[in-house]
């Protein structure tokens, strides 16, 4: 059992940057792949970026070029870097850890944070 838990979430203005972690402890994260997904208000989680143990990435289009998902195994820690934000990007934001490379999808993750909110304003 892998036990996840997320931070670096907050407030931060249009066209910023925030880094959100993700420590894992419990068993070493290396052999899973990660991701992360966000719920905004009011609507269902969707998929955000995923990163395989080979450190292969795939990201969701709105997020590409601005978003930059990564892991340390050494500190089994995942991370998302987040540059210039835009409303949209408002969210909670969790990470997952799993046995499917790249899977987009929430049931193929076994393990779930228990989210951290990024709030984007204007």
């Known amino acids: 059992q892998v036990h996840l838990v997320e931070s670096g979430g907050g407030l931060v203005q249009t066209g910023g940057s925030l880094r959100l972690s993700c420590a894992a402890s419990g068993r070493t994260f290396s052999p899973y792949a990660m991701a992360w997904f966000r719920q905004p208000p009011g609507k269902e989680r969707e998929f955000v970026a995923s990163?395989?143990?080979?450190?292969?990435?795939y990201y969701v289009d709105s997020v590409k070029g601005r978003f930059t998902i990564s892991r340390d195994n050494a500190k089994n820690t995942l991370y998302l870097q987040m540059n210039a934000v835009q409303p949209e990007d408002t969210a909670v934001y969790f990470c997952?850890?799993?046995?499917?490379?790249?899977?987009?999808?929430?049931?193929?993750?076994?393990?779930w944070g228990q989210g951290t909110q990024v709030t984007v304003y204007s």
């Open positions: 997952a850890a799993g046995d499917y490379s790249g899977s987009r999808i929430e049931y193929e993750y076994d393990h």
């Open positions: 990163i395989s143990k080979s450190n292969i990435t």
